[in-house]
């Protein structure tokens, strides 16, 4: 390496950069499979930019263009801007709310010219590098809780903002931030406690509430019995044990049916309880004029009900075998079964595709990312850094997990993108500056930031 | 640095691997250990064609085909694709209302749920709409014509023989064993039933790539699944389709039938039942519509009578009879008997038609002079002869004869359908008449009357088994068929020669031929004769009755005819029926000769065209159908009447109601009251009049 010239290769990881490059050249690859037609003349509407494909190569020339930039820029931008670019972000997400234009029936998007912006997207690369930075603050101590709850709200604000835009999937992302917060000291009871939560709510629809009810009693008798020397000794801990019956009890009875009927879109709740596999039953007439409404909305664009999506993207994944059909020869994709399938459900193209030994190398290629952007962030030296790098991990990996185990019918059906392969601008440019602001921060790995 | 929490950071690995793994276990039940997505994505993007197959060509024995493959189009309608269509000028091309038009949308749409499928908007269009939409079609998108084979007759004949094909029904599926798939076609009847097999080819298969809205994207694997259908074999024929054009010219505006065989293979020459049709009325636009107004006419142009139509023979019996009793050796061709004109010796008198002393002196002149008295003393003496023991075994014994002949039974050729004839079994006798019953009970056996009922296919068999002295091949149609293998036994049957009179000396058979040689060259059927051939034949009238309006009235008779010539080497046997026609010489006898001559010399001498006109445009169509289809028609009105209180169905009737029942019964000749309580089928018609029983 040359000392005198500023070169930007400096201290970059490249193999994170391979694979990114990797990733972004199956995405487009994909795109391609899934929008080509028989006779379509490929050079042509390449160049002519009109395609998915030719589009998503643009935004991919764009995203590496702006790398190179974010590599060319000091370290210490990021650290001295990151507050800044957090109240920006904020400001454009309130910005949607006078100015969003109906595209696709979302109310996220600013139509900025040719390029449409969805603020909630770019919001996560800021949110990161401010929770990296208040983490990373001198004056932090993280093991307090009034600290723990300032991360939170920072991060949770815009995730309420990403709801109010009816942005469900991208709100649930910001969830994804807990995992750097558990890195820097969050009590891993709250993982669990988390955790469990999942499980009753998922419990609270799985079961009758009264059946519910009574596995809690006796769950809660049942520990009663084998706590009984302890809770002689201390009757603090039957209190405890009460209090958490009481609690379960209340959240089973009370507030995922608040939470359900206030907090969700009636057709969010549908896709929930198809995911689980049962039938969702509308408790009010408004309710089930809007699944009603939504259904008509599915039928329009696939010619089936609302579980249609995932049936399909489950037999066009399923259909690929061991070894895959081969690039464009999956009926399912190419000809029209799988609805959204250059965004949400592009990975049925490579499912299909390429079969299970396709699929299993390409999601190989995403943990060993996701295993080196860890690697990564725990070979810093500044806490900003580290943080910053769980931040990417964690979001990269919540994307892929809520992406990919809906295509394959694990998840309900959040319209989350697959990092660097879906079809989307604002994904790949945020994916990407995401990435790229990694590499830099790493490669500035003996400094120390703040 | 801060150290604290550093393990936390292999908390995260772990989270981060056993999600993957989870997608991973998930992914290998679903690509790996579960088969049925692929089975799936099969059904929704695989579409299997059935391709059909071109059926066979059927050609005559000059190798012209007289039924062949035809393209005609069907307009088919894809809803979706329907843009700025000029609904006034296609309603005006198809000659429809707007309101035809959108029923029929409604219809299509309402039948397929799926706007992007093509559906039949039209089907068989007309020549020259189809012409006008070929050049107007870029005007409507949405719409196509597409071919569609259909089977075509360019000879307009041969209906009855060639029969016609139609959709499989549920019948015809689970015979199969479901070899048929729903929307094949069959034949029905005729030639393309019998030979279906060899008819239809193979169905090939063509696996095809649909989309989402089941729009076809192109072949599935560059067609490596595909199979090619195969065309049907063809049928070469014994039909001289020249001959056949002849005797359905012959038979036009009559009721009855004509079969021609060749005696030396049993090859079918020529085969017309009147009334009949243009085969290419079931095939085109309007077929529905003729097979409707066939199927409800009472003459039964539908009817195949060279099969299905029972005579009773009359006269033409008579050889048979001669041949038997010599036979059996009850008489000498010197045998005479004096006959004065009539048969008296059971009683009832049986008129004969000739008066004057000996015109019955030996077999040869009672047989050309075609003497009842004779040939009734002739079953007499055959039946009580005395080596038999009794009239019934005797009786049996001249019932062998009967079946020898092929008269009694079915002769199993290759038609579907064919009727057995009568020839009835003692127990029938024993039955009406209590066991009481002698020669004289049923004498008039002898001349072809009584309950013996033949069909002209029968009767042409016996005339071929007499012109061979003994033997005869099963009649048939076909001669072979194209890509035959040697162990094809389809038409092994009909390639074995059956000797079944070969017993009966050779002087017999010259006795009868010389008879019969006299019948034309002396005798009845002198309007027969051809110079320069010996022509051996006897002509036939068989009384006929029928029930008409609860009352039994006595008919014209039938006019019967047999034949074959050259006596030296024959070459073709014929057997004609003409219904209410009057004597055998009158019509049926001319009709022979015509036919004869068309096929011994290929051509017919220039007088002799006058003659075919004479015979084609007389209109011999019995008068009692035209009251027997209004009665039918208007009982069939007064049912729907009953069923939907629509009074539409009867005033046609009440109109001209009395006009037409006047007419009707000033032109049936004459009334006999029905005396036997025995006659049951007073409402069930059979459409020649014939099932009905004699004195």
């Not at chain 2, 695989?46 to 035809?70: A, C, E, M, S």
């Not at chain 2, 289809?629 to 009395?658: M, P």
Request: aromatic share 12%; charged share 20%; with cysteine.
């Amino acid at each position: 390496m040359n000392q005198n010239s500023p070169t930007i290769s400096r201290g970059v990881d490249w193999s994170i950069v391979w694979m990114y490059l990797f990733l972004c050249v199956i995405g487009i690859m994909s795109i391609f499979a899934a929008t080509y037609h028989e006779g379509d003349n490929v050079l042509q509407s390449f160049l002519s930019f009109k395609t998915d494909y030719s589009k998503q190569s643009l935004y991919f020339l764009i995203a590496i263009i702006l790398g190179t930039v974010i590599l060319l820029t000091d370290s210490k931008f990021f650290t001295a801007t990151a507050n800044l670019f957090y109240l920006f972000g904020i400001i454009l997400m309130f910005l949607v709310f006078p100015f969003h234009s109906r595209i696709k029936g979302t109310e996220s998007i600013i139509k900025l010219g040719l390029f449409n912006l969805q603020p909630a997207e770019l919001c996560k690369v800021f949110v990161n590098l401010a929770l990296a930075k208040y983490l990373s603050q001198q004056d932090t101590d993280f093991s307090k809780t009034k600290s723990q709850l300032i991360a939170a709200g920072l991060v949770l604000f815009p995730a309420v903002l990403s709801r109010l835009q009816s942005e469900t999937g991208l709100a649930l992302v910001y969830f994804s931030f807990f995992i750097v917060m558990y890195r820097e000291g969050l009590p891993g009871a709250v993982l669990v406690i988390g955790f469990s939560l999942a499980v009753l709510v998922v419990a609270t629809l799985l079961l009758e509430p009264n059946t519910l009810a009574i596995i809690l009693t006796a769950i809660a008798i049942i520990s009663i019995y084998f706590l009984r020397r302890q809770i002689k000794r201390k009757r603090k801990i039957f209190f405890l044990v009460m209090g958490l019956w009481v609690l379960c009890v209340g959240v089973q009875r009370f507030a995922v049916p608040f939470f359900f009927d206030h907090a969700l879109e009636p057709y969010q709740v549908k896709r929930i309880y198809d995911a689980i596999g049962r039938d969702y039953v509308p408790k009010n007439q408004a309710q089930a004029e809007q699944v009603m409404k939504e259904e008509e909305k599915s039928k329009k664009k696939s010619g089936d009900d609302g579980n249609y999506n995932v049936r399909q993207s489950k037999i066009a994944i399923g259909s690929g075998g061991v070894l895959g059909k081969g690039l464009l020869k999956g009926t399912q994709t190419r000809y029209g079964f799988v609805p959204e399938q250059r965004t949400d459900f592009i990975f049925d193209t490579i499912g299909e595709g390429f079969g299970f030994l396709g699929s299993f190398i390409f999601l190989m290629l995403y943990l060993i990312l996701l295993l080196r952007i860890v690697t990564v962030a725990e070979r810093q030296r500044s806490v900003f850094s580290r943080c910053y790098a769980y931040g990417v991990a964690a979001v990269i990996f919540f994307h892929i997990t809520i992406n990919i185990g809906m295509a394959i019918g694990l998840v309900p059906v959040i319209g989350i993108p697959l990092p660097f392969v879906s079809y989307g601008g604002t994904s790949l440019l945020t994916f990407s500056i995401m990435l790229f602001i990694l590499v830099r921060l790493d490669a500035d790995r003996q400094m120390v930031l703040r | 640095m801060p150290v604290f929490n550093q393990s936390r950071q292999n908390v995260i690995r772990l989270i981060f691997v056993a999600t993957f793994l989870v997608i991973v276990a998930r992914l290998f039940m679903l690509q790996v250990v579960s088969s049925k997505y692929q089975i799936q994505a099969m059904d929704n993007a695989v579409y299997k064609k059935v391709v059909y197959p071109d059926r066979g060509i059927i050609y005559d024995r000059k190798g012209r085909p007289i039924l062949n493959n035809t393209i005609i189009f069907d307009l088919m309608v894809t809803p979706a694709e329907i843009k700025n269509v000029d609904t006034n000028y296609l309603c005006n091309l198809l000659a429809i209302d707007t309101a035809e038009f959108n029923r029929r949308m409604k219809n299509v749409l309402f039948k397929n749920r799926n706007r992007y499928l093509a559906s039949v908007f039209e089907d068989l269009l007309p020549p020259d709409m189809q012409a006008k939409l070929e050049e107007n079609i870029w005007r409507f998108p949405g719409f196509t014509l597409v071919e569609r084979p259909i089977r075509a007759y360019p000879y307009h004949a041969a209906a009855h023989l060639l029969g016609y094909i139609g959709e499989v029904d549920s019948a015809i599926l689970r015979r199969s064993k479901f070899f048929y798939q729903l929307g094949d076609y069959v034949g029905r009847s005729g030639l393309e039933q019998y030979y279906e097999s060899v008819l239809m080819g193979q169905r090939g298969m063509q696996h095809l790539i649909k989309d989402n809205r089941n729009r076809i994207q192109g072949s599935w694997e560059n067609g490596k699944y595909d199979t090619a259908a195969i065309a049907g074999r063809s049928l070469r024929t014994y039909l001289d389709i020249d001959l056949q054009l002849l005797a359905e010219k012959l038979m036009t505006n009559k009721v009855g039938s004509i079969v021609a065989i060749d005696p030396k293979t049993g090859g079918i020459l020529a085969m017309a039942s009147g009334p009949g049709f243009d085969p290419n009325d079931l095939t085109g636009p309007e077929k529905q519509k003729n097979y409707a107004k066939m199927v409800l006419d009472v003459s039964g142009p539908l009817l195949n009578r060279a099969i299905n139509g029972r005579y009773e023979p009359g006269s033409t019996f008579k050889p048979l009879g001669g041949l038997i009793a010599l036979d059996e050796g009850v008489i000498t061709p010197s045998y005479g008997y004096p006959c004065l004109g009539a048969y008296t010796a059971c009683g009832k008198v049986i008129k004969c038609e000739h008066k004057e002393p000996g015109h019955a002196a030996n077999l040869r002149l009672a047989l050309s002079h075609s003497c009842n008295s004779y040939f009734s003393q002739v079953y007499r003496l055959s039946v009580d002869n005395a080596q038999y023991h009794g009239v019934k075994n005797g009786y049996m014994k001249w019932k062998q004869y009967m079946n020898a002949f092929g008269l009694g039974h079915r002769l199993d050729i290759d038609l579907p359908g064919e009727d057995s004839g009568n020839i009835p079994d003692t127990s029938v006798y024993n039955k009406d008449y209590r066991g009481q019953w002698n020669s004289c009970t049923n004498v008039t056996l002898g001349i072809g009357q009584d309950k013996m009922q033949v069909t002209p296919m029968q009767l042409a068999n016996a005339m071929c088994i007499i012109a061979n002295k003994g033997y005869y091949y099963i009649p048939h149609i076909a001669e072979k068929f194209d890509g035959e293998a040697p162990n094809d036994s389809l038409l092994a049957k009909f390639r074995e020669r059956h000797e079944v009179l070969t017993h009966i000396s050779d002087e017999a058979y010259e006795a009868i031929h010389s008879g019969m040689q006299d019948v034309v060259e002396s005798g009845t059927a002198a309007a027969a004769k051809i110079p320069g051939i010996n022509i051996c034949a006897k002509t036939g009238t068989a009384e006929k009755y029928t029930i008409l309006d609860g009352k039994r009235i006595k008919l014209p008779n039938n006019s019967m005819f047999v034949c074959f010539a050259p006596r030296e080497n024959p070459k073709i046997a014929i057997a004609v029926a003409v219904e209410n026609a009057g004597f055998g010489a009158t019509w049926a006898a001319p009709i022979a000769s015509l036919l004869l001559e068309k096929y011994l010399n290929d051509t017919l001498r220039t007088e002799r065209l006058k003659e075919v006109e004479r015979i084609s445009s007389a209109n011999l169509m019995p008068a009692y159908l035209k009251r027997k289809q209004f009665v039918e028609d208007s009982t069939r009105a007064y049912y729907y009447f009953n069923l939907t209180k629509d009074t539409g169905y009867l005033r046609k009737f009440y109109k001209d109601v009395k006009q037409k029942a006047d007419s009707a019964r000033k032109s049936v000749p004459k009334t006999i009251p029905q005396k036997s309580p025995a006659i049951i089928n007073k409402n069930k018609y059979d459409s020649a009049g014939n099932k009905n029983p004699k004195t």
